[in-house]
């Protein structure tokens, strides 16, 4: 009979002989101990949280001050009055708001959720692949315990890296997804001020150029409203072509003790994740870089423009948050390395000097028309010759009457998971304090 997989073992370091009763009833309540945190489905998102809970008392998370929050508000006040001229839509902002780490993460899970839920199921099957065929009769209950410890190991390392981002993220809209409540503009003091420090620039300049990305952030999701949808299915389909190394589970799970629960959170699971070298792969990768490329660099070019000559440090700020966002931090690239996802728009520069050329082709009014529909944005290839898609003389209002919008992929798309987009004038249960 074989033994039990994934290095499982009782005190003493032998494994457990799955023809012993006495010894597989002591395993099975170790390893229910283990498991005790409450939580279904393939991550356990109650043991997430807490992990990232837990490391961010160990690092700190200051509370938010009457003088901060009020200064988060005036700063987003003033972003959107400095936004009026270089765009063509109203704020979208229904509520400004300053967090703490731990609110970015209890604000921002339920978009998480749909993110990394379908890779973690991929990895749990895997898993569950792992039993050999003629044991898992032997496993019996079993066979769901471990599903249920996958979903467990999969939320330690989650809460991990959303306490590691946590620390680092200056916005709700600051790695470019839209992960906070629609019309909820959101800054983290904490953050802002410890980045403002490693750049030297004053914390109030800082803090208001992160509030101008904010802001521009909630215009273009508040009034496009297909594009939240649109950008998190494109990292769902990313995400659908992930392959998971069924060697790497093996290899982690075999440094599982069920004597110890925090074996659990000294597990890494970099490389367990891999893309498909496919072309639709590779298609679906253009597609996710593209459309991360165009919100950030659209943000880019109309937060450097409603700046202009009003922060002395803008040209610095600019470059700095670019090189930022294209690289990532070290926390987004230890997620990236966790669940297979890059979060980065690669060709940012590309994407603003597109914009830059938009804006002086067809002005402001015909730039943010080409987010009247999916299939009018820019594709991968014109990011070579944005002068000659700019200049293209498209009829944007002949194109648009051309388009069904309430087909699939139009406005009303909706984002994993079934949830649609709310339009802008539709309310909002946003908590406003």
Known sequence: MPDIPFGFALPGGQPPDPNDPAQMQQFMSQLQHLLSAPGSGPVNWDLARQVAASQLAAVGDPAVSPFERNAVEDALRIADLW????????????ASVAWNRNEWIYKTLDVWRKLCDPVASRMVGAMGDLVPPEARAQLGPMQSMVATLGGALFGGQLGQALGSLAAEVL??????????PAGTAALIPANIRAYGEGLELPEDEVRLYVALREAAHQRLFQHVPWLRGHVLTAVENY???????????EEAMGRVDPT???????????GIFTPEDTPAQKASLARLETVLALVEGWVCH?????????LPNVVRLGEAFRRRRAAGGPA??????????????????????????????????????IWGHPDL???????????????????LDDELSS??????????????GGDTPPRPDEGDDTDKS
């Not at 995400?239 to 589970?249: C, L, T």
């Not at 110890?260 to 970099?270: R, V």
């Not at 944005?377 to 009829?395: M, R, T």
């Open 83 to 94: 936004l009026e001229p270089a765009t063509s839509w109203p704020t979208g902002i229904r």
């Open 171 to 180: 916005s709700a809209g600051d790695i470019g997804l839209p992960l906070g």
């Open 239 to 249: 995400a659908a072509g992930i392959r998971v190394n069924r060697e790497a589970i």
């Open 260 to 270: 110890d629960p925090e074996s659990m959170q000294a597990i890494a699971l970099e």
């Open 302 to 310: 109309v937060v450097d423009t409603a700046a202009g000559e009003r």
């Open 332 to 369: 987004e690239q230890t997620f990236a390395a966790l669940v297979g996802l890059e979060l980065r728009p690669r060709r940012l520069r590309e994407a603003s000097v597109l914009w830059a050329a938009l804006t002086e082709h067809r002005g402001i009014a015909g730039r943010d028309a």
């Open 377 to 395: 944005l820019p594709s991968d290839d014109d990011f070579a010759d944005p002068e000659a898609f700019a200049a293209g003389g498209l009829d």
């Open 403 to 416: 388009f069904d919008f309430s087909a699939p992929g139009g406005p009303e798309e909706k984002a994993p």
